[in-house]
């Protein structure tokens, strides 16, 4: 089974950008389908991001739309959010995670998760 290692949060000004990483090791990481997902204190995990196993499909919240981007590199086991003019409302803790599921949004379809990485935006 693949595991999943997030980086690349941290604390950044509104407007400003980040690029989230994910790494991936296993050897059957090009099956699964990725997505991203954030998550604040109360509130239940949102979908952010997602893209198939060939990078051929993606697809992305409407809150995100137009400014965040997610990649993926399946030579190096990695998958990568670009999030650029980031608000305040962007302010979670970040999760990769995979799926078998195809274009799967829902978090009950995705059985892999990584750690999180937390996301701050100021004023």
């Known amino acids: 089974q693949v595991q999943l290692v997030e980086s690349g949060g941290g604390l950044v000004q509104a407007g400003g950008s980040l690029r989230l990483s994910c790494a991936a090791s296993g050897r059957t990481f090009t099956t699964y389908n990725m997505g991203w997902f954030r998550q604040v204190p109360g509130k239940e995990r949102e979908f952010v991001a997602g893209?198939?196993?060939?990078?051929?499909?993606?697809n992305y919240a409407d809150s995100v739309k137009g400014r965040f981007t997610v990649s993926g590199d399946n030579a190096k086991n990695m998958v990568y959010l670009q999030m650029n003019s980031l608000k305040l409302e962007d302010t979670a803790l970040y999760y990769c995670?995979?799926?078998?599921?195809?274009?799967?949004?829902?978090?009950?379809?995705?059985?892999?998760w990584g750690q999180g990485t937390q996301v701050t935006v100021s004023s």
């Open positions: 893209i198939s196993k060939s990078g051929s499909f993606r």
């Open positions: 995670a995979a799926s078998l599921v195809d274009q799967p949004t829902s978090s009950y379809a995705y059985t892999v």
